[in-house]
Structure formats: C-alpha cells, structure tokens
C-alpha cells in the first residue's frame, strides 16, 4: 500500500540553526500538510499546500517556517532559526482530494532543539 | 475557537469486550470525521471516516454520527490487547474552504487481556 515517507526520523539541532524536514507524498496525491504534536498534546495544523502554493496556514507557521516542492516528490519544512518551543514530533500528510477524503500521515520526525 | 473534544480516559475494556469512544465538536459546519489510532511515539493511523449521518462498518469497527448533536464515536467490538492505543477524533469543514483536520485530544484505551 503507498505510504507517506519522512527523513529524517530524528534530527537533534542546536538552537538558531535551520533545519529541513523532508516528505515524500502518496504519488497520486494533490494536497500536501504538515502538522505536529509537542509531546504530550494534541496534534496540531501547520499548513497545507496545494498546486505549489500554500493554501492554509495557523497561527503557528510564522516567517520562521516555509514549506516548499523543490521536484515532483519532495515536500519539505523548513524551520529558518529553530527555538527549543518547536521541539515536537512534525508529520507529513498527503490526501488525493480536499476536505472529504482521508490525509494519511507519514511515521513523522522527532525534532530535538538543544 | 473551534473545537474537538474526548475524554482522554484511560478507558479501560477487558479483552473481547465492546470498546466505546466518543468525540463532541463545536463546529456546526463540520463534513467530515475521522478516527485515527495512534501508539505511542507513532504517527496517526486512519481506522474509519464518516460524512453521513448513521452507522458505517468496517470489521470490528463501527463509526457513528449524530450531525444534530455534533457527536461522533467509534465503537471496537471484540477488543484485543493489540488495540491499545490512542484514539484519535479529528473533523474537517472542507466546505468551509478549509482542508486542515481539528484533532482532539485523543482517548487512551486500555485493553486487558
């Protein structure tokens, strides 16, 4: 059954630096999220991208995030100056049409900020 | 602030019984209602989605809406020790123009064998 792939599993990063989560969506798939859940709590939206633009975003995703589809497979966060309050798990979704139809997550990257 | 409630439990089932769950949500507009499984430091697992009103099944489990009392539940009959787990209730209001999912808090089930 395809899957949504994450790299990597666990990325340990000082605070300040830029980290690059990468995704790789379910092949047939249009919409594109990423969501995260500090631990502990529930699982939160970032943002959602469609037809190489974003087309939602919360409160959360600042100027420090941006997402982006650099190829035909790839869809990464990238987080510019991390801060230790964005330590949490971060997971990719992918859906073949908005709304009604099911986002299946990939296994997630554990980010740490030190 | 639209919201999506649980009892985040533990719920507590002895194996083989029928485990109940439920997921109340303040957004009137809401379309669709998914349920997801998540172990712990697991991503979310889809089990079921609903968009209708009624019952729909699918093997042990059966997902259930109430659009007019803005209630949604996952009922697991025959309850394994495997299904332990977090259950979690997450909405949508794609008509809403909006395609993200509104997660609870989820409901820890503990199945004891």
């Known amino acids: 059954e395809p899957e949504v792939t994450q790299t990597p599993s666990h990325q340990v990063t000082q605070m300040g630096q830029e980290v690059i989560l990468r995704c790789v969506p379910i092949s047939n798939h249009l919409y594109f999220y990423w969501y995260r859940q500090i631990l502990g709590q529930k699982v939160e939206f970032l943002v959602s991208f469609y037809n190489n633009e974003i087309s939602e975003k919360s409160e959360i995703f600042d100027d420090q995030f941006s997402v982006e589809r650099p190829d035909g497979s790839n869809f990464t966060l990238k987080i510019r100056s991390t801060k230790l309050e964005d330590s949490a798990m971060y997971f990719c979704a992918s859906s073949s049409r908005q709304g009604e139809q099911p986002q299946h997550f990939g296994d997630g990257t554990r980010l740490s900020i030190l | 602030q639209k919201e999506v409630e649980q009892n985040s439990g533990p719920l507590s089932v002895p194996e083989g019984a029928i485990a109940s769950l439920n997921c109340t949500y303040s957004?009137?507009?809401?379309?669709?209602f998914f349920w997801y499984r998540q172990y712990s430091g697991k991503s979310p697992e889809l089990i079921m989605f609903i968009y209708s009103n009624g019952d729909k099944e699918d093997g042990r489990f059966t997902a259930q809406l109430n659009k007019a009392s803005q209630y949604v539940s996952l009922l697991i009959r025959d309850s394994q020790p495997s299904d332990s787990a977090t259950y979690l209730c997450?909405?949508?209001?794609?008509?809403?123009?909006?395609?993200?999912?509104?997660f609870g808090t989820g409901t820890l089930l503990a199945v004891q064998p």
């Open positions: 957004d009137r507009g809401s379309q669709s």
């Open positions: 997450a909405v949508n209001n794609w008509r809403g123009a909006t395609n993200k999912l509104i």
